[in-house]
């Protein structure tokens, strides 16, 4: 073999080795935004490349696709192994980028044939070996570099296009996000079958012979990448209509509690004013009967103005008025079923905290309780801290079954229909509003709900 011979070689494995290298950190670059930690993305890319280097160089014993299969299928489950919630987004990105890999280098490969016809075999003269060498060289860098723009536009469009990359993906979404990437590969198969299958049988290349093939392939690819990132934005859209769709909801069972507030603050308001507008009469016989010297009477009048008082007078006082209403409403309900209320919870006063939004997250927080308490002595409670800008609240209650977490941070509800998991997702929004979140821990029999609010 001659050196020049021995160069062209070199050059062809090293551009492949490159090619393995580059969609490998682009793999990583790809999933990055939606790990949690960049060691775990910078994982995935060790591991894809290391396995695609492997299987390229030993000897062949598998087809190109069933080995690029198997390093998408490693990376895959590195991506699972180091957090395993939201499998369904995993599968998304691990096919999207099983497909944009081979629908992006099909189209740097189709520019670089026919770019390297052009250039370098057109160019057959004796004794100019070496300029056609230096002339392959450069069109392998071309290609390395074609294949880094197409990889590189592709997943920042997508990356971009996707803009919820940590809500939760369901087995319908994944269906209509991974159609696209599963044409676009397929048709990749069937073209490259057609092209292997007319090479085999004639001896000849089909894009050499009909070279409107070569053109008809790219285009094929470019719009299989479009079609993906479409749809990629189509359902961001959806998911974007369903946030203004549950904001509604939200809004309208904030209007709704406002109104049942304000009914019961003026229902309190008027038995107040009903009792000092008798307090004049009331110290009147008071004193008819002590004047009297029946002070049996007296102090029997006394018991029963005591007891009309305590009724209109409310045993838990948070700073709030609205929010004071809301526990009194709770401690009765917990009285009627038996159960156990607890209360240290305190208003932050002159914050920014809006009271109708803590009544969305109390509403919410404790009607989950009502529904979810069980086991002997059962019992809620609700206690509030806040130092300097931060406002937590801490709701326990006492459970005997266990939370079923599954894929998400949050447990999945027994509810089903309409008001399916709309408690919990209400108490996020609100919370995120404030620039906050919520935890949902079990420990041993009791569940534990921490709110935690930017009040300043």
């Not at 069933?66 to 987004?89: E, H, K």
């Not at 392998?140 to 590189?152: N, P, T, W, Y």
């Not at 946030?243 to 019961?264: A, C, F, R, Y």
């Not at 079923?404 to 309409?418: A, R």
Request: proline share 2%; aromatic share 10%; charged share 20%.
């Amino acid at each position: 073999m001659s050196l020049v011979e021995r160069c062209w070689m070199i050059t062809s494995k090293f551009s492949v080795i490159a090619i393995l290298i580059i969609t490998g950190i682009c793999f990583g670059v790809f999933v990055y935004p939606y790990m949690k930690k960049k060691r775990e993305a910078a994982l995935v890319s060790i591991v894809y490349i290391g396995i695609m280097s492997v299987l390229y160089l030993i000897p062949q014993q598998i087809g190109n696709f069933s080995a690029y299969m198997l390093g998408v299928v490693a990376a895959f489950l590195v991506m699972y192994v180091q957090d395993r919630r939201n499998i369904y987004q995993k599968i998304f990105l691990a096919v999207t980028f099983f497909s944009i890999r081979w629908l992006a280098v099909a189209m740097a490969d189709r520019l670089d044939d026919f770019i390297t016809k052009a250039l370098v075999f057109g160019n057959t003269i004796a004794g100019r070996q070496w300029l056609q060498y230096g002339l392959y060289a450069g069109t392998r860098i071309l290609d390395i570099v074609l294949c880094i723009v197409f990889l590189a536009v592709a997943i920042g469009l997508i990356n971009k296009a996707y803009v919820y990359k940590n809500d939760e993906m369901n087995v319908k979404e994944l269906v209509m996000l991974i159609i696209p990437s599963l044409v676009g590969v397929t048709g990749y198969g069937i073209l490259q079958y057609y092209l292997n299958i007319y090479e085999k049988d004639t001896g000849k290349s089909l894009t050499d012979t009909y070279g409107f093939y070569g053109a008809l392939s790219f285009v094929h690819y470019f719009i299989s990448i479009i079609a993906i990132l479409v749809m990629t934005t189509m359902f961001q859209n959806w998911k974007v209509a369903q946030e203004e769709q549950t904001g509604q909801e939200l809004v309208l069972n904030q209007v709704s509690d406002m109104k049942k507030h304000i009914g019961e603050v003026e229902k309190l308001y008027q038995d107040i004013r009903s009792l000092r507008h008798d307090m004049g009469n009331h110290i009147q016989m008071l004193e008819h009967l002590v004047a009297e010297n029946h002070m049996d009477d007296a102090a029997e009048y006394m018991e029963h103005l005591k007891k009309e008082w305590n009724e209109i007078s409310p045993e838990i006082k948070t700073g709030s008025p609205v929010i004071d209403v809301i526990l009194m409403e709770k401690l009765r309900e917990a009285k009627e079923k038996q159960i156990r209320f607890i209360s240290d919870f305190h208003y932050p006063g002159d914050t920014k905290l809006n009271a109708f939004d803590l009544s969305v997250i109390l509403n919410n927080a404790l009607d989950n309780c009502m529904e979810n308490v069980s086991g002997e002595n059962p019992y809620i409670s609700i206690s509030s801290f806040r130092k300097n800008s931060i406002f937590m609240i801490t709701i326990k209650n006492r459970y005997e079954g266990e939370l079923n977490y599954k894929d998400s941070d949050l447990p999945e509800t027994t509810k089903s229909g309409k008001e399916h998991g709309i408690g919990l997702h209400n108490i996020r929004r609100v919370a995120r509003m404030y620039m906050g979140d919520i935890s949902l821990e079990q420990e041993n029999q009791e569940v534990v709900l921490s709110i935690m609010l930017q009040v300043e």
